[in-house]
């Protein structure tokens, strides 16, 4: 991103804090420390009780001038879509915050635009279904997270489609149905497992 381009934004940012705020809000940049020619941030801010608290729309750049990174801040914490690029821009992930806490979904995506995993956060916690994808864009794997650990069914595909294994976990342990495929969908063994033991039967 040329330096026109930054310009350009950080225009745009206190045109928006002028129409929208007091005079006690400002847009802060900083600049690499290596090249204090190339802008590393624009974050907006208040100024409250003589403490700068950001608030407000914030960009971030690679050193390379390309954009890493756009969000918001609520009194400093993290709120609202935050966006990730690559250096070359392609979208690399998106994340929903709620006062510095992860809430709502979260996509991650592969260099190619492909969706690497998709999944739900609830009070910084992973939480319900998520989805794993291959670099090719195929499913991997489905997952269940109760707070934060695995719990439930863990499914595995190739990417021929056909499962690759099916596992029970209680509390990010495998405890329960445990099952191996060939790539050509037959069953390969199977058992009851907790841990790394099988019990109650076992067979391939």
Do not use: C
Not at 31 to 39: A, E, H, P, Q
Not at 55 to 71: D, E, H, M
Not at 146 to 164: E, R
């Amino acid at each position: 991103m040329t330096k026109k381009h930054h310009l350009i934004l950080l225009l745009l940012l206190v045109i928006m804090v002028s129409a929208n705020s007091q005079s006690s809000n400002y847009v802060d940049t900083t600049y690499f420390f290596k090249d204090s020619n190339r802008i590393e941030s624009i974050i907006e801010y208040d100024i409250s009780k003589m403490d700068s608290i950001k608030n407000g729309n914030a960009i971030f750049f690679y050193v390379t001038g390309s954009l890493k990174q756009t969000g918001f801040y609520n009194t400093s914490e993290m709120h609202g879509l935050w966006t990730t690029y690559y250096p070359d821009g392609k979208l690399m992930r998106t994340s929903n915050y709620n006062n510095a806490q992860k809430n709502g979904e979260v996509v991650s995506y592969y260099d190619n635009g492909n969706i690497k995993y998709k999944g739900v956060f609830q009070d910084d916690s992973l939480t319900g279904e998520m989805r794993l994808f291959y670099y090719t864009g195929e499913l991997k794997e489905t997952r269940f997270y109760k707070g934060n650990s695995l719990n439930g069914i863990t499914t595995g595909y190739y990417q021929n489609a056909n499962k690759s294994y099916v596992f029970n976990f209680v509390d990010s342990v495998k405890n329960g149905v445990f099952k191996r495929y060939y790539p050509s969908g037959k069953l390969h063994e199977e058992g009851m497992i907790k841990g790394q033991s099988f019990y109650d039967y076992y067979k391939s």
